[in-house]
């Protein structure tokens, strides 16, 4: 049975949706992939040929989705799918792949997707020196983050949680705040790490109940007290 992907109907109204000739990375924790497929899913309804695929390590997806060379992904293409690229890895993951084959693929895409950066699953994370892995092609980096991690204790959300500690100065035990998670998605050293003069989105995700998105809306009007005005709530 064919694979159905998350839909597309919560997605913030940020303007390069609704534009070509876009790379985009994703950074950050807390649901990265689901949003990335969503995001494919409506790139495709717009008619745009879109490739899926990573820098780092994501999950193999279904065969009617994989693009192994790319004659495969332009008739995935023509089928109104999006192809997800990437070389097998172990745990049913797909690895990046390398950097002039990479270029193949994206040559006949109107739209690449790249998730950039791990997380375990965690809805937090402050990145290693090694993180994220940007292309230098990506014009457009999002950051996400999810609200499922405030008020709980930093070993139990974040993702890294050495770099989480001393970048917040803060003991394992202790529970990231509205405030912390702020400051991850603001910094040069956390979740913007790396974005230079790209354009930088943050998707706070995750918000499934009216406390989660009261708490994602402070964190809005917190990040755009600091110039980040591209903010969207899923």
């Not at 292309?135 to 609200?147: F, H």
């Not at 990231?176 to 400051?183: H, N, S, V, Y």
């Not at 974005?195 to 755009?224: C, F, M, P, T």
Request: with cysteine.
């Amino acid at each position: 049975m064919e694979q159905k992907y998350p839909e597309a109907e919560m997605l913030p109204a940020f303007p390069f949706l609704a534009e070509k000739n876009h790379r985009i990375s994703l950074v950050g924790a807390g649901g990265k992939t689901t949003l990335m497929y969503a995001m494919a899913e409506a790139y495709c309804q717009r008619g745009c040929k879109v490739l899926v695929t990573t820098t780092t390590h994501i999950k193999r997806p279904a065969d009617e989705y994989r693009a192994k060379s790319p004659g495969e992904a332009m008739a995935l293409w023509q089928k109104r799918r999006f192809a997800v690229a990437g070389e097998d890895a172990p745990e049913g993951k797909l690895k990046g792949l390398e950097t002039a084959r990479l270029k193949e693929f994206m040559a006949g895409a109107d739209i690449v997707l790249i998730e950039a950066d791990g997380a375990k699953g965690r809805p937090c994370k402050v990145p290693a020196s090694h993180e994220p892995v940007l292309l230098e092609e990506s014009d457009i980096v999002i950051g996400v983050a999810g609200m499922d991690s405030i008020g709980r204790p930093l070993k139990e959300v974040c993702f890294r949680l050495e770099q989480a500690e001393a970048f917040l100065r803060k003991e394992q035990t202790e529970c990231l705040t509205e405030e912390d998670l702020t400051e991850i998605l603001s910094s040069s050293e956390g979740t913007r790490k790396g974005v230079g003069d790209r354009g930088y989105y943050v998707i706070l995700n995750k918000a499934s109940d009216e406390r989660r998105r009261q708490s994602a809306k402070r964190i809005a009007a917190l990040l755009k007290s600091r110039g980040i005005e591209n903010v969207g709530i899923t």
